[in-house]
């Protein structure tokens, strides 16, 4: 599977590692090349592009045209939502993940047809189910 991930922080350098380590094809970018540096592997068998994943022309430079798959997770909601929509309704990307922190903005982008997560959901279920309430 070919898979642009857009956002270098923690949650995208380990799931592009996880994904290479597993053979998928991974291309991930971000705004600066230092977070490449910072999160990274030295191992890392994936492409690394510096740019805007709200930007037309640098999600083509990261090959989002044959792209099977698109995953927003940088620290923006609307950055995310934004990247998550032209992924889906200009590219066509087949499957397109969103992550949100808001939970409110996370059942919206959802009934608009997005495939969201939030971390923010997702942590205080597990916390929850932890505390045995």
Known sequence: MKVLI????????Q?????????HEVTIM??????????????FGGRVVVGNG???????????????????????DNRNVMAA???QHIFHVPKVVCRIYDPIREEIYHTLG???IS??????????????A
């Open 6 to 13: 857009m956002g270098c922080g923690r949650v995208g350098a």
């Open 15 to 23: 799931l592009a590692v996880t994904l290479d380590r597993a053979g």
């Open 30 to 43: 971000d705004l600066t090349a230092d977070a490449f540096a910072r999160r990274l592997p030295a191992d």
């Open 54 to 76: 709200i930007d037309i022309d640098a999600l083509r430079a990261a090959g989002i045209e044959e792209a099977d798959a698109f995953v927003a997770v940088t620290q923006g």
């Open 85 to 87: 929509q032209i992924a």
């Open 114 to 116: 997005i495939e969201t």
């Open 119 to 132: 971390p923010t959901k997702v942590g205080a279920e597990l916390l929850r189910k932890a505390l045995g």
